[in-house]
């Protein structure tokens, strides 16, 4: 169930897309994702719920998929990171920046920095595991490294200010995305020890 719900964090990039796309004068270049779920969206009721459904997803199918992960001080931390990053993507749908923008900001703090450092923990885990999580395991350093390095330029605004919503991305999106690629390939592991063992 936890790879399933990693996998469907897809869904808040089809919403992002479709609200961004829907509403006239939105710039995912120059733009923050915050905006789309700011009551002058047309669409930020659709956005905001669909931050609650992302965070569960990505909290929850940590919380499920934690015994997929081998066992140590790294995937302890690694899982409580990123059931940090879930938590922090609530906050951010129950409170979007115009309702009480310091709020807001202190969960988008929490899952800039949380899901960056989860997969940075995660990533020495699964290299020290089996040569089939290995590659895994590279993409989460390599996802954490760059993610971490786009969240610190996004808050250097003589760097980001024209492209803020580039850095924004960047910094937030390699997260769900390692969690869809971590969750398809635990099914298929799953799925090829059930076949080998059918064909006994």
Do not use: C
Not at 78 to 95: D, E, R
Not at 126 to 144: E, I, Q, T, W
Not at 166 to 175: A, G, P, R, S, Y
Request: aromatic letters at 8%; charged letters at 15%.
């Amino acid at each position: 169930m936890g790879a399933v719900a990693w996998i469907a964090t897809l869904q808040f990039f089809l919403v992002e897309t479709f609200a961004g796309i829907h509403w006239r004068g939105y710039d995912f270049f120059t733009d923050r994702i915050s905006d789309l779920g700011a009551g002058r969206s047309p669409f930020h009721g659709l956005v905001d719920g669909s931050m609650l459904v992302q965070g569960v997803l990505i909290g929850g199918g940590a919380l499920l998929i934690r015994a997929a992960f081998p066992p140590g001080r790294l995937r302890d931390v690694g899982i409580a990171l990123i059931v940090a990053n879930g938590l922090g993507v609530i906050l951010v749908g129950l409170v979007p920046e115009d309702s009480d923008r310091v709020l807001h900001d202190v969960g988008a703090a929490l899952l800039f920095v949380s899901g960056n450092l989860g997969m940075l923990a995660l990533g020495p885990a699964l290299l020290h595991a089996s040569s089939k999580l290995r590659p895994l395991g590279a993409a989460a350093v390599a996802f954490g490294a760059v993610g971490a390095l786009a969240g610190v330029l996004f808050t250097v605004r003589s760097v980001s200010a024209h492209a803020i919503g580039v850095f924004e991305h960047v910094t937030v999106d390699l997260l769900p995305l390692w969690l869809m690629m971590t969750g398809a390939a635990s099914i298929s592991t799953v799925s090829s020890v059930r076949r080998r063992k059918d064909a006994r």
